[in-house]
């Protein structure tokens, strides 16, 4: 499994709508509005690399509103489960 992080830009006025068309995509599991120089961030979650190219910029891209995007691949996944595995002593919870 592949995770993009994709900050997007989007037209003020537009920032609603722009999430919710860009939470459709089929590969995009959330996307969150957020404070800073970007309006969104979108979490994609693709099989492959090569279809990152027909979900972001073949669509996420294209949806109107959308002024600009930075993209980011993650390389490992270190979820709360993970951690908490990784830094277990052995003790059982009371």
């Known amino acids: 499994m592949v995770t993009a992080i994709v900050l997007i830009k989007a037209e003020i006025q537009r920032i609603p709508e722009v999430a919710e068309v860009i ?3 089929p ?3 959330e996307v969150y509005s957020i404070t800073g120089d970007y ?6 979650r693709v099989r492959a ?4 190219a027909d979900v972001i910029p073949g669509g996420l ?4 509103g959308v002024t600009a ?4 691949i993650a390389f490992r996944t270190y979820s709360r489960h993970d ?3 990784a830094f277990s002593i052995g003790l059982a919870d009371a």
Do not use: C, F, G, M
């Not at 309006?39 to 994609?44: F, G, P, W």
């Not at 690399?49 to 990152?52: P, R, S």
């Open 27 to 29: 590969a995009v599991s």
């Open 23 to 25: 939470a459709q995509i």
């Open 83 to 85: 951690l908490e595995a």
């Open 39 to 44: 309006d969104l961030v979108a979490i994609v």
């Open 69 to 72: 995007t930075q993209t980011h």
């Open 49 to 52: 690399h090569d279809e990152l």
């Open 61 to 64: 891209n294209k949806v109107p």
